[in-house]
């Protein structure tokens, strides 16, 4: 099913070949309040928003970022005095050894970190290669999810998936606390990230702090290539099946089909879908997963920097049956944007507390060197009723709290689909 979006001038393209060139490639997002980074079996960095397609070709990285084909305007020529200025005091004084490639990417990353958004990002050679091999669906590294706060720094575990992490100790609720002698709370996430991935067969140190008993944990974790599970499910009544989808991510659709396969066959007649501490993910997957769920029409809406827009269609949803969706705090850009689609389509209700709130979009260019990468803000969405959540999130249809030991959202969610079922 080709999705297709049109800008002010009522032109069409396939998604991800739109006006601006990009094509189907990677992107992550950070949150501003809360970071996440899916490290399944190996690292992904950064997942935390919708995923544009990169920049293919090399001509215009260099015209924007300071490629052969810009004139040495004043301005430019006084940061390249400034920069051999600074060289040349290191050269000439520092006391130890260092890396010039680690000087030079040290630069790149402050000119991004320049722009003040935490969504945008500089990746060397190491950071890239992790990130692009992310998209295959298989990694290498420990197989955990993880969050960092933006105000404190700190990265808590949230889910441990089976693999080394699991198999060395670590559990859900840990906190990071170094990571082979890196303090990971007073460092950014990427790099945090950079220190776990590896060769397969090789090991990392790993300081977790556990609340529940006060204690500070130390253990080595050999890093493992494994396919990612994004999707649980199972039956929850006779009629009513559940999925738990992590992230929009390498094989995610894929494997949300066949697990619609799966519970179809066992006599499906209304499903819940859990997106609650979804951060979401790539574009095309979230595509993919609409035209499951939604009828023919829109899925959300973007307007990037020059104020054109390009919306995105789904194709005559393949379930028409009773959907609810779990949504909360930590329910994120695509999944965000697909719950808004659904709520404004009327293909399924909202169950659990307002979600995150980011309605921007970033895009991964890959520089011209073929090796390294900036990702930057390029658009913000809308819902299809021309709602942009971004700062407020979306508000649920049924509105509940998780509280006490039981898990009492789900509970609400099969209420209302039980409701909604043929009585007998």
Not at 289 to 302: R, S
Request: glycine letters at 14%.
């Amino acid at each position: 099913m080709e999705h297709y979006s049109y800008d002010d001038y009522g032109d069409y393209y396939p998604y991800g070949k739109k006006k601006n060139g990009f094509g189907r490639g990677v992107l992550a997002g950070a949150l501003g309040m809360l970071v996440l980074v899916f490290l399944a079996a190996a690292v992904v960095i950064a997942v935390r928003g919708l995923r544009q397609g990169g920049q293919t070709g090399g001509s215009v990285h260099g015209a924007v970022l300071g490629g052969s084909s810009v004139s040495q305007s004043g301005e430019l020529a006084e940061i390249t005095d400034k920069l051999e200025e600074i060289k040349a005091y290191i050269d000439d004084n520092y006391l130890f050894a260092y890396d010039e490639a680690d000087l030079a990417d040290g630069a790149y990353l402050g000119m991004v970190y320049g722009l003040g958004d935490p969504y945008s990002y500089y990746y060397n050679e190491e950071e890239y290669a992790a990130l692009e091999e992310s998209h295959t669906g298989e990694y290498c590294g420990i197989g955990v999810l993880v969050s960092q706060d933006a105000d404190t720094g700190e990265i808590s575990i949230l889910r441990v998936f089976d693999g080394p992490a699991m198999e060395a100790g670590i559990e859900s609720g840990d906190i990071l606390y170094q990571v082979d002698g890196l303090l990971a709370g007073e460092s950014n996430l990427n790099e945090v990230a950079g220190r776990i991935t590896g060769e397969e067969g090789t090991w990392v140190s790993i300081e977790v702090f556990r609340p529940s008993t006060g204690e500070y944990l130390e253990m080595q974790v050999e890093r493992r290539r494994v396919e990612t599970q994004n999707v649980e499910y199972r039956m929850l009544t006779d009629e009513v099946g559940y999925i738990l989808l992590y992230q929009f991510d390498g094989k995610a659709a894929d494997q949300l089909e066949a697990a619609m396969e799966n519970l179809e066959s066992q006599g499906m007649e209304a499903l819940v879908l859990d997106l609650r501490d979804n951060p979401g993910g790539d574009l095309n997957v979230l595509l993919e997963i609409a035209d499951v769920f939604l009828p023919e029409g829109v899925v959300l809406t973007m307007e990037n920097a020059a104020g054109y827009t390009y919306s995105y269609y789904s194709g005559e949803g393949e379930f028409g049956k009773p959907l609810a969706v779990l949504v909360n705090e930590n329910s994120a850009s695509a999944s965000e944007a697909l719950s808004g689609a659904i709520q404004d389509r009327g293909a399924g209700i909202l169950v659990g507390t307002q979600t995150f709130g980011k309605g921007i979009v970033q895009t991964l260019f890959p520089l011209s060197d073929g090796i390294t990468a900036i990702q930057l803000t390029t658009e913000r969405y809308y819902t299809p009723n021309g709602v942009c959540i971004h700062g407020t999130g979306i508000t649920p249809d049924v509105e509940v709290e998780l509280a006490g030991e039981g898990d009492n959202q789900l509970e609400a969610a099969l209420q209302e689909l039980e409701g909604m079922l043929p009585a007998g």
